[in-house]
């Protein structure tokens, strides 16, 4: 069994380079929902390098950057960004990590890792009255970029397979806002942000290697096979090796009554 630091072993630079970020407006919103100031304290839990926990720190007091990964981290460190603390631990290690008052929790691709229920639960203990959670990710009906049947053809002759390390997702198949209805933070805001990203065959290759599935570590001696694999599948069905893509971001608020 892979442990929770190791899932994405070797994939911090590709997935700082090549995962969607989140444009100014996203951030703009979560601010403003939130009511950030200097004096907020936010959690950003299963941050990876930063990419929500970088561009939101210059509308809070500190940010809390708490990922598993002390690649992630130190791929998230290293661009100096003032404002933010960049902490090893994930969500069953919270109450090790002396993090003193939280006002909000924000989390950017990452709740699907977690053991929800019991996440929440720890969460009303947490954050104050005012205090929100924050996700920022696909909506519960995502729509698959028109690479990946090409690519998932290339996982399934490598053997690689996604895999969600959350029994609370794999299993119960609940989406994130009914778990968050059957929570404390049942009052649900929701707004969805949508644009169109051009991708190259280079940024289609470097996000598959972002991925805890095909990871660098995951993949091995097998990793230069598996790139020329994949862009030699994109040349083929594809020869303009130009792609565009529709990337929809849901940013999904949960409060108490």
Known sequence: ????????????????RYRHGYEAEIIE???????????????????????????????????????????????????GTPGI???????????????????????????HWMERDRLLRHFDDLLPAHGAVVLAG?????VDPPWEPVVQAVRQTFGLEWRANSEE????????DEVLRGSAFHRLESRCFTRT?????????????????SSPARLGERLPAFTEAVREALAAANPSGEWREKVVTEILVARRP
């Not at 892979?2 to 997935?15: D, N, P």
């Not at 100031?37 to 299963?46: C, K, Q, S």
């Not at 997702?169 to 994130?176: E, I, N, V």
């Not at 990203?197 to 599935?213: E, K, N, P, T």
Request: glycine share 10%; net charge negative; charged share 20%.
């Open 1 to 16: 069994m892979i442990s929770r630091s190791e899932l994405f072993a070797g994939a911090a630079t590709y997935y700082a």
């Open 29 to 79: 919103y979560i601010a403003d929902v939130l009511d950030l100031d200097d004096r907020a304290r936010v959690l950003d839990l299963g941050c990876g390098p930063g990419t929500l926990a970088i561009p939101l720190a210059a509308r809070a007091g500190e940010i809390l950057a708490v990922d598993p990964s002390e690649e992630m981290l130190a791929e998230g460190a290293r661009w």
């Open 85 to 111: 603390r960049w902490l090893r631990g994930d969500s069953s290690t919270l109450g090790e990590l002396s993090l003193g008052p939280i006002d909000h929790v924000v989390m950017g691709r990452s709740f």
């Open 138 to 142: 696909p909506t519960t009906d995502p």
């Open 169 to 176: 997702y794999a299993q119960s198949g609940r989406h994130h």
């Open 197 to 213: 990203a051009r991708q190259s065959v280079d940024d289609i290759v470097g996000l598959q290697l972002s991925f805890s599935y």
